[in-house]
């Protein structure tokens, strides 16, 4: 990677125009050095401005995401993690997915600024950008075995919600299985979402490895990305989220869901999932993995975490997985 792109970028955080003029001579280099970085930040997905007699700017603010920051934001816990800040990675959760066997410590939380290649749910395809999404995963080792992690993405929504409450984000709810919605104007918009790898035996120790990315601040290009009606958290309140507090925060609450999940299982927080449910008693749509749809009304989730849904025809139905869109019903 170009060692000056980063150092230039953060020049350009504060969102105005910078000459290259100026930039190069701040770093002692040449122009035509700003030039080759700014265009493999562009190579990258920033989207920089260039104005003749202005110079570059960045089409907003950005606050990068800085260790020793969310380290600050954790505070005197901050010890029982391991933090490390990419500027630009693939993906965090291929980093973690790769590093985990060769024994990456338990409560690590890998971020990064800039994610090229990001994985959601059923092989899409994340889309991120500097300074619109905050993107990390967190990797979590348990003493039992993956057969007994049902419902674990589900407490992962329930911790999130719990710490979008603390950054007065009160309007969250939880779209089975895991995706964090805000309902805007009677529109559902998607806020963050959940994308949770497992390793190890399925009765022995496993490790978790725990994507999350959450929206900030979309840009017009980004929405134009997305395949659905998506939010970024700014939109939500009235005063910008600190990501780096914002970050602190979640690892903490993260924490604690991850060893009360592990003594308690998904039943502890059963009845906190559902007071979040965007689902309750909504007509919905259930897409399984062959093809088939199943119609029905959104019940609820039972203490493992599936899915209950009414149907006509067979009554109550229980799904661990599927795909879930809302009916509109007339
Ligand atoms: C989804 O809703 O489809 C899940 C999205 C999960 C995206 C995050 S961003 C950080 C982590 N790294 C990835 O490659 N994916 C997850």
Redesign the pocket.
Known sequence: MNNLLFPVLSILSDGKFHSGEMIAKHFNVSRVSVWQAISDAEKLGVEIFSVRGKGYSLSHSVQFIDEMKVKKSIGEMASWFNIKVFDVID????FLMQEAPKGYPHASCVATNI?TN????RG?Q?Q?SLGENL???FLWRFTKGAAALSGLSLAVGVSLIRSLKKVNVDQALLKWPN?ILINDDGVYKKLA???IELQGDMDGQSAAII???INLELSKNQLSKIDQPAIGINQCVEEKINPNEFLGIIIKDLAEVLAKFESNSFEHFQDEWQSYDALKEQAISINLRDGESIFGRAKGVNNSGALEVITEEDGIKTFSSGEVTIRKVE
Request: net charge positive.
């Open positions: 993906s965090t959760n291929n994610q990001g994985k959601g749910r899409r994340w991120s993107t990390f995963s995706d979402g959940i994308l994507g999350i990315g």
